[in-house]
């Protein structure tokens, strides 16, 4: 009995030992429930280009992921472009709507008027700027106080500052800069036919993709040779009437405000109906 006894008393301190180890080696918490770690400021800091005039407004986190996921973006996901948006509204709103935990919305970089960068999310983790998860994931995003429809909202400042960011982030994520990489919201498709409606056309007709892809190094070129049945247009911002077509179906389309297009309409040949390429 004695031996019983022993046999049992050692069975149970193996037990305690076991537990204890599991103790230690327990699954830690995601990172996306935590708070801010408190080298944020001094990460986010870093995480601007020289020669730029930053700051650092992180956004609000709540438990669950919202208003981002902290992420060690390229080495456990990788990026492959930058998503360029305008706020559709004030510096104000848009820093008070990235502080607002049931709106579960921000952004890597906000630029406003005057240049200035504000850092909200570090490029390296997940902001949550567009519908489309895969796009959050893979893409930097970065807005720009402004409308879509008023090209006097987007300054030459907030070009500069614009065009010198994206030449960071290429260079820092090895990016392959391209018309194909460097995109707008409105290239950002929705995740189902249904959600298709509620796409968003930002940065809009006032955005000068030519030239801002010229100055970030990645210049829009013909893609294939002269009997290729592949079409590269490139439409330098010219002048035409624009509209605006909202929903699906797109036939209640409106004059838009503005008369500074990012697209072209092509004539087909034999009187075929018009085709409109974006």
Known sequence: MRNGFRNISRLCVMVVTLLMSASVYALPVPAASTPPSTDFNHRAQAD???GVRCKVVPAALKDGGCNYSTANRPADL???GINEHTTEGTLDAALAEAQDTNN?????YLIGQDGTVYVSVPSSSLAYDVGNWWFNTHYVQVEHVGFAEDCSTLTPAER???VRLDRYLIGRFHIKASSETIIGHDSVPA???ASMAARHWDPGVCWPWVQYLNEIGAPIVPTAGPHANVVTIRTDNSHEP???CPGLT????TDAAQDITNFVSLNTPKGNPPVLLV
Not at 104 to 108: A, F, Q, R
Not at 250 to 253: D, L, S
Request: glycine content about 0%; overall charge negative.
């Open 48 to 50: 601007c280009p020289p």
């Open 78 to 80: 990788p990026i492959y």
């Open 104 to 108: 579960c919305v921000s952004w890597n």
């Open 160 to 162: 500069t500052a614009s």
């Open 191 to 193: 995740v189902s036919d």
């Open 242 to 244: 624009t509209l605006n």
């Open 250 to 253: 797109f036939t209640n389309c």
